[in-house]
């Protein structure tokens, strides 16, 4: 007997009638019966970062061609505009000194104030592993350790990477997340639809859904960055956008205190990432996903 009956049903992609637009109030009422075919395994959860779209004739299979300019840098039209735009020709990147960090988790409580993260999310931009000396275990490191400073342990910090090469942006189906041109990758809160699907791509676990409507002291809200459009969308580290182009530097650099973290700009030969990236021996995590993280360490 035919086991066609235990299969799911997938009806054939219409198209939307003209005029028609995509919302994120029409996509979310049908993220239910979405969530089903994943489970069911007949839509595929993972968008490659590196599969072609498949394109019609006379097309380019480049799932972003549309988007994306000569340069590389995207080019959206039509965003929501959140913070100010690339003041210059800067590509913003960090170095963090792995044998100076104490894991003391300043960073951490810097970046949460500033950011406008709700302080019952779950979860903050920055997270501290602690790890035994002499090994490189990041599957199962301690985020939750008591307190730092231990000199059997040793600390990774790590957040969104920033990645040159970002999944992110191309499992974006809405494209409510695009790399600038100075290196920083931005979500649109007023464009995210809450599909979650950059949190599948993304292989640094760097994005967080935000559950609940963001809970911030009064006296302690950032006015430079946005907090009510944060309720139902992903939210992630940002480089400090809403500081670093306005001439300073990160929340996270400039908490550390024993000066761990390096940020600046890698157009500038003089800068001091640009100096660390030259004199000294440096990895990044995960680069055979071919990602490109702008996050170094060093130590």
């Given at each position: 007997?035919s086991?066609?009956?235990?299969?799911?049903?997938?009806e054939?992609p219409?198209e939307?009638p003209?005029?028609?637009?995509?919302?994120?109030?029409g996509?979310?009422?049908?993220v239910?019966?979405t969530?089903?075919?994943?489970?069911?395994?007949?839509?595929?959860a993972f968008?490659s970062?590196?599969?072609?779209?498949?394109?019609?004739?006379g097309?380019?299979?480049d799932?972003?061609?549309?988007?994306?300019?000569?340069?590389?840098?995207?080019?959206?039209p039509g965003?929501t505009?959140?913070?100010?735009?690339?003041?210059?020709?800067?590509?913003w990147?960090m170095?963090?000194?792995?044998?100076?960090?104490i894991?003391?988790?300043r960073?951490?409580?810097?970046?949460?104030?500033?950011?406008?993260?709700?302080?019952?999310?779950?979860?903050?931009?920055i997270k501290?592993?602690?790890?035994?000396?002499?090994?490189?275990?990041?599957?199962?490191?301690k985020?939750?350790?008591?307190?730092?400073?231990r000199p059997?342990?040793?600390?990774?910090?790590?957040?969104?990477?920033?990645?040159?090469?970002?999944?992110?942006?191309?499992?974006?189906p809405?494209k409510?997340t695009?790399?600038?041109p100075?290196g920083?990758?931005v979500i649109?809160?007023?464009k995210c639809?809450?599909?979650?699907?950059?949190m599948?791509t993304c292989?640094?676990?760097?994005?967080?859904?935000?559950w609940?409507e963001?809970?911030?002291?009064?006296?302690?809200?950032?006015?430079?960055?946005?907090?009510?459009?944060?309720?139902?969308?992903?939210?992630k580290c940002t480089?400090?956008?809403q500081?670093?182009?306005?001439?300073?530097?990160?929340?996270c650099?400039?908490a550390?205190p024993?000066?761990?973290r390096?940020?600046?700009?890698?157009?500038?030969?003089?800068?001091?990432?640009?100096t660390?990236l030259?004199?000294?021996r440096v990895?990044?995590?995960?680069?055979?996903?071919?990602?490109?993280p702008?996050?170094w360490?060093?130590?």
């Amino acid at each position: 007997m035919s086991d066609d009956t235990t299969r799911p049903r997938v009806e054939p992609p219409r198209e939307l009638p003209a005029g028609c637009t995509f919302s994120r109030r029409g996509f979310l009422e049908t993220v239910g019966a979405t969530a089903g075919l994943f489970m069911a395994g007949a839509v595929p959860a993972f968008v490659s970062a590196t599969a072609p779209a498949i394109a019609a004739e006379g097309e380019t299979d480049d799932p972003l061609a549309h988007i994306t300019k000569g340069d590389g840098s995207i080019n959206y039209p039509g965003k929501t505009v959140h913070y100010a735009d690339p003041p210059g020709d800067q590509k913003w990147a960090m170095v963090i000194d792995v044998k100076a960090c104490i894991g003391c988790r300043r960073c951490v409580y810097a970046c949460v104030k500033e950011n406008n993260i709700g302080r019952d999310a779950g979860f903050t931009y920055i997270k501290v592993l602690e790890m035994e000396q002499g090994l490189v275990d990041i599957e199962h490191a301690k985020a939750d350790y008591a307190e730092g400073g231990r000199p059997d342990k040793w600390y990774l910090p790590v957040q969104c990477m920033q990645c040159a090469e970002a999944p992110c942006v191309y499992g974006c189906p809405v494209k409510a997340t695009w790399r600038d041109p100075d290196g920083i990758v931005v979500i649109d809160y007023d464009k995210c639809i809450a599909c979650r699907n950059c949190m599948v791509t993304c292989p640094y676990g760097a994005r967080y859904f935000n559950w609940l409507e963001p809970h911030v002291p009064e006296a302690e809200v950032n006015p430079e960055v946005p907090l009510e459009e944060k309720h139902g969308v992903v939210e992630k580290c940002t480089f400090c956008i809403q500081r670093t182009r306005n001439g300073q530097t990160t929340a996270c650099t400039e908490a550390c205190p024993v000066g761990a973290r390096t940020f600046g700009d890698l157009n500038d030969p003089d800068s001091a990432v640009s100096t660390l990236l030259k004199t000294r021996r440096v990895w990044r995590l995960k680069e055979e996903y071919g990602t490109k993280p702008m996050i170094w360490y060093v130590g």
